[in-house]
């Protein structure tokens, strides 16, 4: 979408009261259009920001022109700043982020000696099915009818 332009895009990216917002203006007009809007969004204090150009795999060109960052401030509650000091990972409220599943809980006993049975008795009758089929094979290729 914004390759190949004439003209600048612009991109604003506004955490307010644990909601992230990103607008983008794309067209060259000055109308700014959501991108996307994240309520519930918790970051950490004491990080900074950074911007990269790199897009991945697929080398492309982008150059960051520049960049505008600004403090807000915002009364809080009493609770509100106690709860935004414990932080230490961001999060997304009601969101599960990938690689963030809660682990599996490990087979118990019997299930464990269950499925390693029923595999070993698997291997077993394949390994005869492959047996008999190969002595049948061998029958076979000896039988020449001349």
């Keep these: 979408m914004v390759r190949n332009l004439n003209h600048d ?3 604003v990216i506004r955490y307010v ?3 992230l917002t990103v607008l983008i203006d794309i067209d060259g007009k ?8 994240v309520p519930g969004v918790r970051l950490p204090r004491g990080y900074y920001f950074g911007t990269s150009s790199v897009t991945g795999d697929l080398s ?3 150059d960051i022109i520049s960049l505008k960052l ?4 915002v009364e809080r509650t009493p609770e509100e700043e106690k709860r935004d000091r414990e932080v230490f990972l961001p999060v997304v409220d009601n969101l599960k982020l990938p690689g963030m ?13 269950l499925v390693v049975f029923f595999s070993l008795v698997a291997i077993v009758f394949a390994i005869v099915i492959g047996i008999i089929v190969y002595n049948k094979w061998q029958e076979q290729s000896r039988k020449h009818f001349y």
């Design 30 to 37: 000055h109308e700014w259009r959501d991108c996307i809007d």
């Design 9 to 11: 895009t612009f991109l």
């Design 17 to 19: 009261k644990r909601r």
């Design 101 to 113: 599943e809660a682990p599996l809980e490990p087979m118990s006993g019997l299930a464990l000696f």
């Design 70 to 73: 600004y403090q807000l401030t």
């Design 60 to 62: 492309d060109n982008h």
